[in-house]
Structures are given as C-alpha cells and as structure tokens.
C-alpha cells in the first residue's frame, strides 16, 4: 500500500491532508530554528550505546518543541519519536518524529542533517515534511497535493540506467556486529553506477531522490522515524519504494530501497546478485550473523 491509497483507507480529505501537512512543515521549520541554534556550539554529547550512535541536547530541544507543537495542533494523533519512545497507543494515525537526522555529522560540525515529521496509517507512511536548516530547505509531500522544495514541485529524477546513476547508501550502528552489514551491496554498486555517496541522515538522502539529485538510494537497520517521512516524499515525487530485497516495502523491517522507476529493477536485481560477506573479511570469524 502506497501514501495515496493509505490517506484513502483512513478516511483523510484533501482538506485534511492540506492541514496536516502544513502541520508536519511548521513542525520541522521549528526543529530545524533549534538545531541552527545549537550547529557548532554544542554542550552535551552522549553516547546512546552503540558505537557512534549518539544523542545531543540539539536532539532533545528539538524533540521537545517538535512533540509540543503536534500536540498543540493534532492532540487526537498518537507520537512516536526517536528520543522520547512510542506513545502512540492504539492510535492508527500516528506522528514520527526524527528531531535529528545525522546526529554524528551534526555532533562533528558536518552540515548534513536535519528535522523530519512524518505521518503513519497503521505503520504506512501518508505524508510528510523534510526541512534540512544548512541548506535553508524544507521538503513536504502529501497526496492530492505532490512533493515540494521551497514552495516548487519536485519529482525524481529521469535517470534510466543504472550506470548512469548516482546513489547513496548508509550504514546501521549495528555494523560491527553483523555480517549483514551493506558493506558488500556498497563495493558491488560502486563499480555498477557513477558513485555511490553516505550521506549520514537517511530523511535527507530521502529528499534528495525525490528532488532528483540522487537516483537511488538503499539500506537496512532503519527506524520509522528515519522513513516516515521520506518515504511519502518520495512517492508523491514519482519516485519507487521497495524491500531491496524485491518484496514490498515494510517500514517495520528497516529495509529500503527508494529510486527513480527507470532504474528500479536493475538496481533490485543487482542486489540481489551480491554474495554474503564472511567473518574473517574483517578479523572477526566469530561474527555470523547474517541477518534477515
């Protein structure tokens, strides 16, 4: 099911969709006022666990005003946020919050990142807003509305083969522990297209297939809050969504491949041709997971 034929199955108007899309707009353009605030002058940064899986208290004000926005505007819309957890209880409409998108890059003073509200029906992504504050952008899409930049109409890109393509790709904190890792799928596809970039904040990776400056673009070990989004941009921007294993996207699985339809299915099966890595690749024969 695609953002158009859930906004369908949850009853939303035009109406609705225009509101509450102009909702999630000013809910990243405030995310994104606290995150330039915060760009370079940062005073707490943490580690969440993981290697390189960090948290900042930019993540958190932002968290904070963004939650306190949406409900003020939609209190009958549950949340879901990458600091604060689920509190959507049995709500089929649902709010997904990423406050930072590219906590690393933002904690190295690298300006690639950014505020990303999306909306869920029943786990489906419907519409959603982008704003990336370095680059002064703000992305939203909604159906019966299409994909914006800025106030003008996006669509991806018209690329039709794959080596002719630019893509991007990144990395899940659980790298280190996995072979299933993307390591492989990233070495093969770079001798396959014009190069292969690792942006670091998958919404704006997102916002960027669907504005047509990548072409592609996959990973695995994504969170709702990462895809939300980004995902409803980049099918309002004519864009493709699949599993990249070729099966139907499933936002719960953390799977995702995101292109332009013209090199869809050669980019699928590309990947699909890519041999497992093995443990001792790495010095790490111990390590055998592969995955789902």
């Known amino acids: 099911m695609n953002s158009n034929e859930a906004s369908e199955k949850a009853g939303l108007k035009s109406s609705d969709l225009e509101m509450l899309c102009n909702v999630a707009r000013e809910a990243t353009l405030k995310g994104g006022e606290v995150l330039k605030k915060y760009f370079g002058n940062l005073d707490m940064i943490r580690n969440k666990g993981r290697c390189g899986d960090l948290v900042t208290n930019a993540d ?16 009958q819309i549950g949340l879901i946020a990458e600091e604060s957890g689920d509190n959507a209880s049995q709500n089929k409409l ?49 159906p019966t509305l299409g994909a914006f930049l800025n106030g003008s109409k ?10 002719d393509s630019l893509l991007v790709t990144g990395f899940a904190y659980d790298r280190h522990d996995r072979l299933d890792n993307n390591y492989a799928e990233f070495a093969w596809l770079t001798h396959r297209c014009h190069g292969v970039r690792r942006g670091g904040a998958a919404a704006v990776d997102l916002a960027f297939v669907a504005v047509g400056r990548l072409d592609g673009y996959w990973e695995r070990g994504l969170s709702k809050w990462d895809l939300a989004a980004g995902v409803a941009l980049v ?47 790495f010095g790490a024969p111990e390590i055998t997971s592969l995955g789902t």
């Not at 996006?154 to 080596?163: F, H, N, P």
Request: hydrophobic share 40%; glycine share 8%.
């Open 60 to 75: 958190l004000e932002s968290e904070e005003v963004v939650l306190k926005f949406l409900k003020e505007k939609t209190p």
């Open 235 to 281: 099918e309002q921007a004519g864009g493709s969504i699949r599993d990249y294993k070729d099966r139907v996207f499933d936002i719960t699985n953390g799977r995702i491949l995101a292109s332009t339809p013209g090199i869809e299915k050669e980019l699928i099966t590309e990947l699909n041709k890519v041999k497992p890595l093995t443990g001792e690749m």
């Open 154 to 163: 996006i669509s991806v890109s018209t690329c039709r083969k794959l080596e």
């Open 94 to 142: 649902v709010w997904c919050v990423d406050p930072l998108d590219g906590t690393t890059n933002f904690a190295h003073g690298y300006p690639f990142f950014g505020t990303s509200v999306g909306l869920l029906w029943e786990d489906i992504p419907v519409l959603g807003a982008i704003s990336v504050p370095f680059l002064n952008e703000n992305y939203w899409a909604a």
